[in-house]
């Protein structure tokens, strides 16, 4: 009898494709010629421009000192090379760091104080010549000397950030740097990434009394028929799917028909909130601060009030769900040189937002009173409308008046915006 053989199992080599070693070969190659482009680009970048300077000085005059056999320009190059070696014995060495940067608040007002903190710790088991720490801080740039760190030792440098504009101001990345003295040499290595600081505008409280006509908590009557609401209008007879809650028994028991109650529908205050971002509505850049901190004040008082609001500038919606979010949207806010007018806002207002009651408008000394008179005329009917026109004139007094069916409040300072509602009101 056979014995059936048992089958072995083998492993054959992959078969080689003609051609793949040598594409293989090609592509690490030009891999390595890559990362040393990189590598060099990134030494290349060291260099400062004073450090080129020296360095071709150097060789130029090496060159012209061999070329002629003169002594004295080899003897300049000499000492200009050895400049650079010895700038480049500087930079050389690891950055055996560990660095963190703290924002004590990542959110402040103008002119608080805003402070912060770079933390930084020797991570390796040996000491550290001194090196110099560099924090952008918006356009500037902060420098700090690092002392000479023991193993494991730590260096914390307290700083102050200007606070005197509104803007969100990029802070980092901390970057540490080595170099030698005369700055030819100057190696940087990145350690943070850049936090966000906002500098909020300015806002004071609204009074209730100041701003009652911001808000009706009980509503506007209109001229649209509900089932259900809180002024009466008419009476009607039952119909399948009518509230019982809202059956008039008296007369329906007078009549001998059931009778329920009509109402007319009333609408809660909704507050549009439209400031002019246009460069030309203001005589000056400060009175653009003053209408951002109007509308900043009075949208706060609409969300403390929980009143239905809008905020808008001649750009954009901004997000106002909380306080944060619509004074992080103020103070993203900037100068805009588009052709965009305040009649312009007005019609975007009257397309966009439904149901709005009262409408303020927030502008500059700039704009004239034609301007005003035309943005109220395409306003909706029946739209209470609110002209704050900061003003910073030498002559400029708190006043009120009207432009057709513009309630105009000029306002030289913040302070007075509450004084200025009630002359409204008056």
């Known amino acids: 009898m056979t014995t059936p053989s048992t089958p072995t199992a083998t492993t054959s080599a992959p078969s080689t494709i003609p051609g793949a070693t040598g594409t293989r070969s090609v592509s690490r190659v030009v891999t390595g010629l890559v990362e040393g482009v990189k590598r060099s680009t990134t030494v290349l970048g060291w260099v400062s421009r004073a450090g080129w300077v020296v360095l071709g000085t150097g060789v130029l005059a090496l060159v012209v000192g061999q070329r002629f056999g003169w002594l004295e320009p080899i003897v300049v190059a000499g000492g200009l090379l050895t400049l650079v070696v010895g700038a480049i014995a500087f930079a050389v060495g690891r950055h055996p760091y560990r660095v963190r940067l703290r924002l004590r608040e990542g959110r402040v007002v103008v002119g608080e104080r805003a402070m912060g903190a770079i933390e930084v710790t020797n991570v390796s088991h040996r000491r550290v010549l001194p090196a110099r720490i560099e924090l952008p801080v918006g356009p500037a740039r902060a420098s700090f000397a690092l002392p000479t760190l023991g193993a494991g030792a730590e260096h914390d440098e307290l700083f102050a950030i200007p606070t005197e504009r509104r803007g969100v101001i990029t802070v980092g990345p901390v970057s540490s740097v080595r170099g030698d003295p005369l700055g030819l040499i100057r190696r940087a290595v990145l350690w943070t990434e850049p936090e966000d600081l906002y500098v909020h505008p300015r806002t004071i409280t609204i009074g ?12 506007r009557e209109t001229r649209e028929i509900t089932n259900a609401d809180l002024s009466f209008h008419a009476l009607r007879e039952y ?32 507050l549009v909130l439209a400031l002019s971002v246009q460069e030309r509505d203001y005589a000056h850049p400060d009175e653009m601060e003053l209408a951002i901190s109007a509308v900043g004040s009075l949208g706060l008082h609409a969300l403390s009030s929980e009143s239905d609001l809008t905020a808008m500038t001649s750009e954009e919606v901004l997000q106002h769900r909380t306080r944060r979010q619509l004074l992080d949207g103020l103070t993203r806010i900037e100068a805009s040189r588009t052709p965009t007018t305040i009649v312009d806002l007005a019609r975007t207002i009257t397309r966009d937002v439904q149901r709005a009651t009262v409408v303020v408008l927030a502008f500059g000394s700039a704009v004239s009173p034609h301007q005003i008179r035309a943005a109220g005329a395409v306003l909706p009917a029946g739209v209470r409308a609110l002209a704050v ?38």
């Open 208 to 219: 209730g009394s100041a701003a009652g006509f911001l808000h009706d908590l009980e509503g």
């Open 239 to 270: 119909v399948p799917g009518d509230d019982r809650r809202y059956v008039h028994w008296r007369s329906s028991a007078r009549t001998g028909t059931l009778m329920v109650r009509q109402f007319e529908e009333t609408r809660r205050s909704h």
């Open 389 to 426: 026109q900061a003003s910073l004139a030498e002559d400029a007094t708190l006043a009120a008046s009207r432009l057709g069916n513009v309630s105009v409040l000029t306002l030289p300072t913040l302070e007075e915006l509450p004084r200025g509602f009630r002359k409204v009101e008056r």
